[in-house]
């Protein structure tokens, strides 16, 4: 294995992670992160052993990077492709911040997270060779073409752009900020409160944009009240749901 290559990619995943979770750790980053370099291969970091948070310092530059050594070096053993590594890698990721970090920023901030760790492992995996555990040499590829939108999310940004959206002071809720909200969702349940805290509006802005999707059908309604509300996208707007092609 490449180890500067790796420490390389490790560097670009933990460092967002400390810009968003320990702000105030990101001037000693560099310092904390070379003197990690020097151990790393040596010490183990156990699963057991990463607890994330310290209540006085945030987060632990060593246990952050050695999380993702860990993590790297688990996905490269996996007798599975790229694509089932990286999603591997963001599986991991994801249960090791949202167990030990959750509610520190806006669910639409921790999948813009998620998604920059996703887009800088699948790059890595993507140059590599991890086949029958041999020495890996640098694959030469075609520059591959996007992949087209899912067919569900595609209906959901076309849905987002006909609606007609109070925009008096609301910079931070326009139809691209509300699609990249929803698609983080993933289709599960949320609460108002969540829809508060990740356009940092209040709660009734928050329900006045919420009642609008919900009078369009971009939104279901889980039929409680007060506390117990949640809302998710509907069901043409699920992944697997049946969505007719754009005419």
Do not use: C
Not at 99 to 124: C, K, M, P, W
Not at 144 to 151: K, M, N, Q, W
Request: net charge positive; no cysteine.
């Amino acid at each position: 294995m490449p180890r500067e290559e790796l420490i390389r990619l490790v560097r670009s995943v933990i460092q967002p992670v400390l810009e968003l979770f320990s702000p105030q750790q990101v001037e000693e980053f560099d310092d904390d992160f070379a003197a990690w370099t020097l151990g790393v291969g040596t010490q183990g970091v156990a699963e057991k052993t990463l607890a994330l948070t310290v209540p006085a310092r945030g987060l632990d530059t060593t246990l952050v990077a050695g999380m993702f050594f860990q993590v790297m070096m688990e996905a490269s053993r996996l007798p599975a492709g790229p694509r089932e590594r990286v999603s591997f890698v963001r599986k991991k990721a994801k249960d090791y911040l949202v167990t030990r970090l959750a509610g520190q920023i806006t669910l639409s901030q921790f999948y813009r997270l998620l998604n920059l760790i996703e887009e800088e492992v699948d790059h890595y995996f993507a140059r590599q060779d991890w086949s029958k555990g041999k020495p890996m040499v640098l694959e030469i590829r075609e520059p591959a073409l996007p992949s087209p939108e899912p067919r569900h999310l595609a209906a959901l940004r076309r849905a987002m752009s006909a609606i007609e959206l109070p925009v008096k002071g609301r910079r931070k809720l326009t139809p691209e900020t509300l699609w990249d909200f929803l698609r983080g969702t993933e289709g599960r349940w949320f609460r108002l409160l969540d829809f508060e805290a990740s356009f940092q509006v209040n709660k009734k802005t928050a329900w006045s944009y919420l009642h609008l999707l919900l009078q369009k059908g971009m939104l279901i309604h889980n039929g409680e009240r007060a506390n117990r509300v949640r809302y998710a996208l509907a069901a043409p707007f699920q992944a697997g749901a049946a969505v007719p092609e754009e005419a």
